[in-house]
């Protein structure tokens, strides 16, 4: 753990959580917690960041993730009159 510390430091971090957004960590790992194999991976993008493919080009995994997962709890319905207020045209499912 004191090695990925020390990593992000030098990567210009003051802590985990200052970098939370730019690494792609939870809630959980910016306050220091991470498996071993968590640890280790970041260890190794922040060791070579020339092998890093992980990130998607514009935008940061948190944003991504935060809306993800706002998605999956939005009910059909009201994802659908948004889609239609923003001029997408919505096709209802059949009815079996």
């Known amino acids: 753990m004191t090695k990925l510390l020390a990593l992000l430091q030098s990567a210009g971090h003051r802590d985990f959580r200052d970098a939370r957004g730019p690494m792609g960590f939870t809630q959980r790992q910016a306050g220091g ?3 071993r194999a968590e640890a280790d991976e970041y260890i190794e ?45 919505v096709i209802e499912p059949l009815a079996v």
């Not at 997962?69 to 239609?84: G, K, N, S, Y």
């Open 33 to 35: 917690r991470f498996t």
């Open 45 to 89: 993008r922040l060791e070579n960041p020339e092998l890093d493919e992980s990130k998607p080009a514009g935008e940061e995994d948190w944003k991504r993730a935060a809306r993800e997962q706002l998605l999956v709890h939005m009910p059909a319905e009201t994802m659908a009159v948004e889609l239609r207020r923003r001029g997408w045209m």
